[in-house]
């Protein structure tokens, strides 16, 4: 069983940038995909991103392209550039993992962009 690691939220001023990681712990035995989601309180979870084994890539339609994943296969670590953040980003990021069919999540990394 794997469990995410998080890393990299924070506040940063709008127009700045943040780099959120999201790394395995335990077992990395046949990890399918990692993916981003974010949710405001109260509202949906959001799909960002997600980067699967065979390195297709789908975005969730609100980053209008200002949001890059990416992975290093040799650490099974994923990676969520964020450019030219705005406040409507403020979120709690959580990162999941999927393994073996199953959805495994981390504890979220609060990101704040202030006005």
């Known amino acids: 069983q794997v469990q995410p690691v998080e890393s990299g939220g924070g506040l940063v001023q709008a127009g700045g940038s943040l780099r959120l990681s999201c790394s395995p712990s335990?077992?990395?035995?046949?990890?399918?995909?990692i993916g981003w989601v974010r949710q405001v309180p109260g509202n949906q979870r959001e799909l960002i991103a997600v980067?699967?084994?065979?390195?297709?890539?789908d975005y969730g339609g609100s980053v209008s392209g200002r949001f890059t994943i990416s992975r290093d296969s040799a650490k099974n670590t994923a990676y969520l550039q964020m450019n030219n953040l705005i406040p409507a980003d403020t979120a709690v990021y959580f990162c999941?993992?999927?393994?073996?069919?199953?959805?495994?999540w981390g504890q979220g990394t609060q990101v704040t962009v202030s006005s």
């Open positions: 980067i699967r084994s065979d390195e297709s890539i």
């Open positions: 999941y993992i999927r393994q073996f069919g199953r959805n495994y």
């Open positions: 335990g077992s990395t035995v046949q990890i399918d995909a």
